[in-house]
């Protein structure tokens, strides 16, 4: 089985802080996402990245960077964390391009910006 | 622009009865569907996808979705439910461009209930 792991199940934060959410996945993935997800809004796509140092923008990229060193990593930063990125942010990795590869999520980190 | 629209935010049956959760998207070409099911405090797990053939999709747990080209619809259903199907289900869907994004494209999401 896939194994998509999130450093951190929960992570409380200040305003302005860098906070650097980590996710290592086990198969050796080409393509990994971070997508945030809120109530009501379901998942949107802040980030992907198809490889490694490679970073494409997804539908919410403002406040967010990426950064991906090694292939199994995959790691999302806010610069300066702000109350309105307090969410649920899901990791996930999907084998390679092709359009009908499925993703495999992690559990989520719940952050809450104080 | 690729959108989906899941009627319903929450959806309650009875258990053993018939779970229908619906699923309409938009998109310019040909899509890649799929159903993902969230159970609390966990991540997304597949519980089944249409790329291309046939229309009629059987995934895990017993649960089925038929793409309707004509309708843009992919309903996810379940003949009888039971109480382990409690949970967030979403819908999303992937356009692609032989190169181009895979990101996924997702529902707001409905939570099922299941009433005793």
């Known amino acids: 089985d896939v194994k998509v792991t999130q450093s951190s199940r929960y992570l409380v934060k200040r305003t302005g802080e860098k906070v650097f959410l980590e996710c290592v996945q086990d198969?050796?993935?080409?393509?990994m996402f971070w997508y945030r997800q809120d109530p009501g809004l379901g998942l949107r796509l802040i980030y992907f990245?198809?490889?490694?140092?490679?970073?494409e923008k997804g539908d919410i990229p403002e406040g967010y960077s990426v950064s991906r060193e090694k292939k199994e990593r995959f790691s999302l930063i806010l610069e300066s964390a702000s109350t309105n990125q307090t969410s649920m942010y899901l990791c996930?990795?999907?084998?390679?391009?092709?359009?009908?590869?499925?993703?495999?999520f992690g559990d989520g980190t719940r952050l809450s910006i104080l | 622009a690729q959108s989906v629209t899941q009627l319903g935010s929450h959806v309650s049956v009875s258990e053993g009865a018939l779970v229908l959760l619906r699923c309409n998207y938009s998109?310019?070409?040909?899509?890649?569907l799929f159903w993902y099911v969230q159970y609390p405090n966990q991540g997304l797990q597949l519980l089944l996808k249409?790329?291309?053939?046939?229309?009629l999709v059987k995934g895990i747990n017993g649960f089925e979705a038929e793409f309707k080209k004509s309708e843009t619809s992919f309903h996810l259903t379940k003949p009888s439910a039971h109480m382990s199907d409690a949970a967030e289900y979403f819908c999303?869907?992937?356009?692609?461009?032989?190169?181009?994004?895979?990101?996924?494209?997702f529902g707001k999401g409905t939570h099922l209930i299941i009433q005793p």
């Open positions: 198969m050796d993935h080409e393509n």
């Open positions: 249409y790329t291309t053939g046939a229309t």
């Open positions: 999303a869907v992937s356009e692609g461009s032989g190169g181009g994004a895979d990101g996924l494209t």
């Open positions: 998109s310019s070409v040909p899509p890649y």
């Open positions: 996930a990795s999907s084998i390679y391009r092709g359009v009908n590869q499925p993703q495999h």
């Open positions: 990245s198809y490889d490694v140092k490679m970073k």
